[in-house]
């Protein structure tokens, strides 16, 4: 077995690979080339840097070359690797600064190159004040920016995860966010329904968002941004932050002639181990497998990297560890909302050749009666045909992680809705109400599968009222002080308690979607219609929690 281990890549996935390697075999040569001045950073913390919430830089830099050097392991930073030769094994490459051309052997090899932003080819892109938010220097050079009184509008390109993040430091630091998105909604992971409900939070919040609108370019004075142009309109902007996603950094491995993934990433075995023998690949430019639907995928999360590279750590030492795979799962935070998601959204489920049903309930970090409760609204996808579950989104001020955890373990163990309204979860007033929302959502799930209740999504029911007023009919059931809140245009109002007497008022030939606040009222209204002899009835998921057009106000 050879003895010396060269680490492309200092932040995630190397460094965690390094530090294994050199627990297990403390004898291994182990050198870590990195292309920055910093090394083993922590990604994931850079908005909350900027924001201010994390006051000391240096708090994101999990461990310096100096304490790599304790350890034994070498840290070669400002080093640029630029070719790999698998046959010679040895790597080459030249300094940052002074250009001085280096090379190295290596018996085994790690590339954890990671991902680089996608930066898009439109007229301005290279003017002054254009940012992306990849690495500690990207953090440190718009930290420096948005700190002046003069920056007043900032425009987000992207909607994702990043750019959400952002969007929440830049209006803590009074700066006017407008977030501009190609596609038709924010957050495209997630369902429609649960984008929607991030939006209106944080359009209250004062961030403005433009979906279905491209960037068509950037303008500018004095080679400075001052306006973003996007497909229908011009927007003002003193900074504008690209956030359009990443791609994999894979150019060192292609070259070298390794194996490249359908995916675009690099391709690897459940070792970790690329077409190569002796060299791995883990982190952001490498691949995986999804653990639902078996197909090779690439998520780049930096839990991820770091379990990624402590499988490589051991393998490259002659140990026999693998990485199974992932299952998205995801939770980031915008102002007081977590928002988290694992497994499948409907979409993906349906593209996949499942059948999937929805539960979207209440869910509260505490019994009702206790006080200090917070409130997430919990979506959990099953398989109509068996029952299992696929996946699950959580959005709000409240227990979003806990409750999207116990779904990846659900998830993990291939469980059912029956098995998972089962668990045996904790309870105590201060912690969880009685029935975990993840247990309610379970059991309105075997409801839908046992045939007790039909549901149907809020996009279909916008989509009827426009299209068969003729056939299709709303029926709202909450009380009157709610109604003349907000209100379904169109829908006909009888409160639940007046179901009984009134329900002659409904045409039992139209098909009837029933809604309240989030579907417990409705899904009592459905099962009284039924009773009744009403045979189309179908109840809203969500309800009018995930109904975010402005609605209908009355009163």
Known sequence: MGKRLLVIGGVAAGPKAAAKAKRCDPEMEVVIYQGEEEISYAGCGLPYFISGVIKKRDDLVSRTPGKFAQDGIK??????????DVQSRILSGRKIGSGEAFSDHFDRLVIATGAFPIRPRIEGIDLGNVFYLRSIFDADALFEKIKSDKIRNVVIAGGGYIGLEMAESLVQWGKNVKVVELAPQILTLFDGDFAGILRQYLEKKGVEIFTSEGIKALRGEKGVVTHVQTAARELEADVVLMSLGIRPQVE????????????????????????????????????????????????????TANKQGRVVGVNVCGGNDTFPGVMGTTVFKTFDFNVAKTGLNMREAEKEGFHPIQAIVRGYDRAHYYPGGKESTLKVIADQRTGRILGGQAIGEGPSDK???????????????????????????????????????????????????????????????STSKETFQVLDVREEDEVKRKRIPGSTWIPLWKLEKHAGELDRKKEIAVHCASGLRSYNACLKLQHKGFENVKNIDGGLLCWCDSPEKTG
């Open 75 to 84: 840290v070669q930073k400002n080093h640029l690797i630029e070719k790999i």
């Open 252 to 303: 060192l491995a292609k070259q070298a002639g390794l194996r490249m993934g359908e995916t675009g990433a690099i391709w690897v075995n459940e070792k970790m181990e690329t077409s190569a023998e002796g060299i791995y690949a883990a982190g952001d430019c490498a691949e995986t497998t999804h653990l639902i639907t078996g197909k090779k995928i690439w998520i780049p999360l930096g839990s």
């Open 403 to 465: 409750l999207i955890d116990i779904l990846a373990m659900a998830l993990h163990g291939k469980m059912t809705c029956k098995e998972l309204a089962n668990v045996d979860l904790a309870y105590a007033p201060p912690f969880s109400p009685v029935l975990s929302p993840v247990i309610t959502a379970a059991n309105v799930l075997m409801n839908k599968l046992e045939g007790k209740v039909r549901g149907i999504q809020v996009e279909e029911v916008k989509e009827k009222l």
